[in-house]
């Protein structure tokens, strides 16, 4: 009989590289989904299989499923703007079913989808929110969280239809091998250049990649089909990160925190100019202002209970985030960087 392989899509990526790096250590055989327009050379050191595919090609994921016992689906199309925002839907929401409907044609025996803590409800009385606060498609703020909200639901749909799937919501993470950087990855390295003059008063769940990437495994062996975990580590507010980074570095660099109505209307003007008249990407993204209007505070208790995860202290992650972007990142390479993979997301 054939040795069964696990099968990986967003590899490529910073929680779906420390994934893959999760399994090989475990002994899994490894398959990974790339399209032919790929940027491979950051997964052929791995030493896994690549399956050429799309999300938005079923035909080409019913080839790649075959013969796999596991599949983990951590690719997302991640962009807080873009010029044409249904791809980002054809993306995360088509290409989530797409790639279970080949699950069950396969056979599957588990399925692994990553979600976003951005489909999480928050409470208004400002205690951490869980799986079990309310939440509706209206409480998404842009494209992209309404289609991870929208594919969490297409997951839920064919784990009520018999799939064995269980779903994961990480939440900001922090560590080595950001290498688009993310959000949070961007004030690690603007505040290494020096570059972090202001803040906006707002708080989120910080947690280390690599107890994400744990955690996924965990889901794997003991999360219940059709539930929901956060895998999530401590809350901090920016101030507090900012803080932090500070002691990490052994240096000072001042700044002041901006009102959030001034930062929205910042954004809403910037946006204005280069999303809509010059068709261009905006140097502030308007989502990510109206999400920093409230502290995004988290509780993993979950996840803790069910699955046993018991994440490391974050400043552990932002010390080697720092280092990470220190010692790896090379700055003038940053938007040659940035272009190539935002056109290799998948």
Same mark, same amino acid.
């Given at each position: 009989?054939?040795?069964?392989f696990?099968?990986?899509?967003?590899?490529?990526?910073?929680?779906?590289?420390?994934?893959? /790096?999760?399994?090989? %250590?475990?002994?899994?055989?490894?398959?990974?989904?790339? /399209?032919?327009?790929?940027?491979?050379?950051?997964?052929?050191?791995?030493?896994?299989e690549?399956?050429?595919?799309?999300?938005?090609?079923?035909?080409?994921?019913?080839r790649?499923?075959?013969?796999?016992?596991?599949v983990?689906?951590?690719?997302?199309?991640y962009?807080?703007?873009a010029?044409?925002?249904?791809?980002?839907?054809?993306?995360?929401?088509?290409?989530?079913?797409?790639?279970?409907?080949?699950?069950?044609?396969?056979?599957?025996?588990?399925?692994?989808?990553?979600?976003?803590?951005?489909?999480?409800?928050?409470?208004?009385?400002?205690?951490?929110?869980?799986?079990?606060?309310?939440?509706?498609?209206?409480?998404?703020?842009?494209?992209?969280?309404r289609?991870?909200?929208?594919?969490?639901?297409?997951?839920?749909?064919?784990?009520?239809?018999?799939?064995?799937?269980?779903?994961?919501?990480?939440?900001?993470?922090?560590?080595t091998?950001?290498?688009?950087?993310?959000?949070?990855?961007?004030?690690?390295?603007?505040?290494i250049?020096?570059?972090?003059?202001?803040?906006?008063?707002?708080?989120?769940?910080?947690?280390?990649?690599?107890?994400?990437? %744990?955690?996924?495994?965990?889901?794997?062996?003991?999360?219940?089909i059709?539930?929901?975990?956060?895998l999530?580590?401590?809350?901090?507010t920016?101030?507090?990160?900012?803080?932090?980074?500070?002691?990490?570095?052994?240096?000072?660099?001042?700044r002041f925190?901006?009102?959030?109505?001034?930062?929205?209307?910042?954004?809403?003007?910037?946006?204005?100019?280069?999303?809509?008249?010059?068709?261009?990407?905006?140097?502030?993204?308007?989502?990510?202002?109206?999400?920093?209007r409230?502290?995004?505070?988290?509780?993993?208790?979950?996840?803790?209970?069910?699955?046993?995860?018991n994440?490391?202290?974050?400043e552990?992650?932002?010390?080697?985030?720092?280092?990470?972007?220190?010692?790896?990142?090379?700055?003038?390479?940053?938007?040659?960087?940035?272009?190539?993979?935002?056109?290799?997301?998948?």
């Open positions: 009989m054939a040795e069964e696990t099968f990986v899509t967003g590899a490529t990526g910073f929680i779906g590289s420390h994934v893959v /790096r999760q399994l090989l %250590r475990r002994g899994d055989r490894i398959r990974i989904l790339a /399209r032919n327009s790929s940027r491979k050379s950051n997964i052929e050191s791995f030493g896994c690549i399956a050429i595919g799309d999300l938005k090609d079923l035909n080409s994921l019913l790649c499923v075959q013969g796999c016992r596991f983990y689906h951590v690719a997302a199309d962009r807080l703007w010029k044409n925002p249904q791809d980002i839907y054809d993306n995360n929401v088509g290409g989530t079913r797409n790639l279970l409907s080949a699950c069950c044609e396969a056979a599957v025996e588990k399925v692994i989808y990553t979600s976003s803590v951005g489909t999480i409800g928050m409470r208004k009385d400002g205690l951490p929110a869980d799986e079990d606060t309310p939440v509706k498609l209206d409480d998404m703020i842009g494209h992209y969280k289609s991870k909200f929208m594919a969490e639901q297409v997951a839920r749909e064919f784990a009520s239809s018999g799939l064995p799937v269980t779903i994961v919501n990480p939440t900001t993470p922090v560590g091998g950001d290498l688009k950087p993310t959000p949070t990855g961007k004030i690690i390295l603007e505040s250049k020096g570059h972090m003059p202001g803040y906006v008063e707002t708080g989120l769940n910080l947690v280390g990649v690599e107890d994400v990437a %744990r955690g996924h495994l965990l889901a794997e062996a003991k999360g219940r059709g539930e929901r975990y956060i999530g580590g401590e809350n901090w920016l101030e507090e990160i900012l803080d932090a980074l500070i002691r990490i570095q052994g240096k000072h660099t001042p925190r901006i009102p959030w109505t001034l930062a929205l209307v910042a954004g809403c003007l910037e946006n204005f100019l280069m999303g809509t008249l010059l068709r261009r990407e905006p140097f502030i993204p308007l989502e990510g202002v109206r999400m920093a409230y502290k995004m505070y988290i509780s993993s208790e979950k996840a803790r209970r069910e699955l046993g995860y994440p490391e202290p974050v552990k992650a932002l010390r080697e985030a720092v280092e990470y972007f220190r010692n790896e990142w090379q700055p003038d390479s940053l938007q040659d960087r940035v272009s190539n993979l935002r056109a290799n997301t998948i």
